[in-house]
């Protein structure tokens, strides 16, 4: 279960890092409570982290939010399940998570879209939620609390 996961979070990442590059990343990422109320609905599984994260977490994540009001509903909710996913793993897991993904960047172009077509049947055949065809209103926004402030490194 945990290898599934695992999987299917370095493949989340693959998705996302365009996205991230998008982001300029000279600018420093704000702090959680500089976050728009939709930026904090969407990323509210890591807002307890939000503050902790490195610049680099925090642009990929931002964008992320940026493009989450465009996907369908089927894709809006993997992301959802994917942020909470990711804040259960402990530590060790993540950076497993990591080392996957690097590996998974370093195979040729054919062998990375074979083991993406597998992941896919794969997660079909587990009864993965399909896309909805019309996208779905965000909840009403309720506030979430700030991640306390760690001191900086120097």
Known sequence: MARTILAGLAFWLLLLSPAAN???SAAKPP?????SPLQQQVLAPVAQNWNGMTSKQRSKLLGVAKHY???MP???QRVQARLKDWESLTPEQREQAR???QQFKQL???KRQELKRKWQLKTQQEGAP???PQPVPLAPL????PAPAVPSAK
Do not use: C, F, I, S
């Open 22 to 24: 998008a982001l300029d």
């Open 31 to 35: 702090q959680w409570t500089e976050l």
């Open 69 to 71: 009001p465009k996907m």
């Open 74 to 76: 089927g894709e809006q």
């Open 99 to 101: 080392k996957k993904y």
């Open 108 to 110: 040729p172009p054919e």
């Open 130 to 132: 399909q896309p909805l």
């Open 142 to 145: 309720q506030p979430v609390a």
